[in-house]
């Protein structure tokens, strides 16, 4: 893993400038007819010649065989151990719905379920109510009063919601009441230590939130009750200011990796809805920041829907765009993903991501294709993606030598 | 990190000789105008013929991206972690000047300096005084008495000077007086924490010995006084003899790199100033030793100087000595650097650096040149640096199997 402590000591600020540009699901696996990976079924001529102009290889966004979701794949990118930063599924679930959590707040996801006559869950998901209903409701639930918290409730999709807590001295560290299974009652939220005073007290606000929404939506069969689980905080994770001395600007369209970014401190270019907008919003604030973190979503959604055709056609429309990048000169250019997406597995996979990284001081290899199949051969090798940083870091020359 | 523990472990004493030959910045960048590295554009018959029979790879001495300076690169080589061994100013400033520190001396790194009438740091370098002057100034100091500690005041080139205090329990854990800006006073040196009493004695030494500096210099502007920083002991690493049960013996011609195999416990060859004296001493030795650190430093020279040409011309001359070494017949033969040195870069890089292993056991691979190109596909794959002793050491068979 980059030594952030080490990081801290040896990054200096200077005028040069890194875009970290990510596919998001980048790598795949060869379609069993031909034998050739979306990569390498794509026409991808600006790929190619910068692969042939740069340094490539392959990167482990968490361990051998491990398959990471989006929040560890790209907290790796950002140079964190995705290990030890895990963050809480009720952060997650918050900053997917565009929620920048803050310093004292304690979210946790909630489902509304259905209670039987017995009060037993029979569906956790309470027969995936529209989301408009879960809008309604998520209403009704935010009025109920709590002693010295304050609450929101915000609707996410289907049966999903967000709840966050604000109060003074919570402690996310409570069990959970979702079962996890039917024919059981939801359980009893307890402080995991009873001593934690923060943390019974937002058992008690929980319990207190439960009980009242059991009466305020007994009439909402099916939707006549909520399960809550994944209490978390929003992790204190050192920022890339901090870590690398970088001004960064964060430039993608979905919540979830806008609020990741934002966990690692960086800003957020608003109002991005394409990939031709990623790029003019890139070019619009390219002298004010030195630091970019540019993300393109559809490779990876491509991936899971398993739609290699798909998946394919989005590569070539970010190979036609590459153009503007290499154009703005930056001093280092990294390409890479969180993860791969095979389309032939219709969903993340544990396989490594290839990488490639121009800067004048790169040491180019022999690669002058842009697939998993001849990355592997790459100057890069193998190695964790929490390496990229500090490599695009050295690259931009912006740290000092380690030792005399 | 290669585990020391379990090398001591595993380790065995046998006839088996090694030798690691190290060429000091050895990895280099292409020339934009050839689009070839120094490695690539040199004419390396032997060398190339030993990475045909050998197998080949690239390490990183200490991450991804960290630009090691010569001592971390070296500790690295040798197996010790070189961030948690990080050496300090003083002790590496001692050693550059080959002063064999002894335990309980605390060595400091000293500047002459010139103070403006008020007392303020006018410049930290005093003009850059003679290395004469400073010698004669070290002198003058040297005649300072210190209660209850005694001082040794070396002239190292220029403006700068080692100091080494002596005496009864004296701890290096103290603040440093260089204040590292100009127009404010030098600092007064502090004991980290105040409680603890060698950090205290040492503290009252060095700032009576600053007080005293500054009356017998004031008539000497512009080196009118001195500032200390990097109060630092010889730091106690396991060495090679008990980690390895070698009898290590290092060639090398500049003090730093001696005083390093000195910290790892190897006797070190005197008298000797050029390459052919150093293999003259290879061949002298080599039956009373079974392993020997050979250190070339011209590779590095001419890549700080950013001189491509000469770099080149180097490692010609050291292609032309190795059959001298293979005639030695040595079970295994490490050939490798401590770092990059690119020309283009005119200092240390990040680079992985080439290491080449042959020995009659090392499966070689399919590279059939001596170069970075080359290298990346060799058998070896990309490694730390820290792994090269242990791998020497299997190679000749000088390990047993771990478990049963």
Known sequence: MADLELMKELS?????????????GLGGLPDP???KSELEMANLPNLDALAARGICGMVDPIGCGITPGSA?????????????????????????????LKPGEVAARGNFCTLDENGKVAD??????????????????????LSGVRIAVHPVREHRFVIIFHGEF????????????????????????????????????????????????YDYHPANMVLLRGFSVRPKLPIIQEIYKLKPLAIAIYPMYRGLARLAGMEVADGVTTLAEEIAVLKKNYKDYDFFFLHVKWTDSAGEDGD?????????????????L???????????????????LKGHSWHPVPVLLWSQYC??????????????????????????????????????????
Chains 1, 2 share one sequence.
């Open 124 to 145: 956790r998901r309470a027969g995936r109510i529209s989301t408009e209903r879960c809008a309604e409701l998520c209403k009704i639930l935010e009025e109920i009063p």
């Open 308 to 324: 290699f055709a798909r998946k394919v056609e989005v590569l070539e429309q970010i190979d036609a765009v590459l153009p503007e």
């Open 33 to 35: 007819t031909t034998g």
């Open 363 to 404: 040491r180019p290899d022999a690669v002058t294709e842009f697939s998993e199949k001849a990355f592997i051969n790459g100057g890069l090798g193998r190695f964790s993606s929490t390496e990229i940083m500090p490599l695009a870091m050295a690259n931009a020359l912006k740290l000092h030598k380690f030792g005399a």
């Open 12 to 24: 200096r600020p200077s005028e040069s400038k890194i875009i970290l540009f990510t596919i998001d």
């Open 72 to 100: 560890p794949g790209h907290l790796a990118l950002f140079g964190y151990d995705p290990v030890s930063c895990n963050i809480g599924r009720g952060v997650l679930e918050a900053i997917g719905i565009d929620i920048n």
């Open 170 to 217: 919570l402690s996310p560290d409570v069990t959970e009441s979702d079962p996890q299974q039917l024919g059981v009652a939801p359980l009893k939220i307890k402080p995991v230590s009873p001593k934690e005073s923060g943390a019974v007290r937002l058992a008690e606000a929980a319990n207190q939130f439960i009980a009242e929404a059991r009466s305020v939506l």
């Open 326 to 344: 290499t154009a703005l000169e930056p001093d280092v250019l990294v390409i890479t993903g969180d993860h791969s997406t095979p389309a032939l």
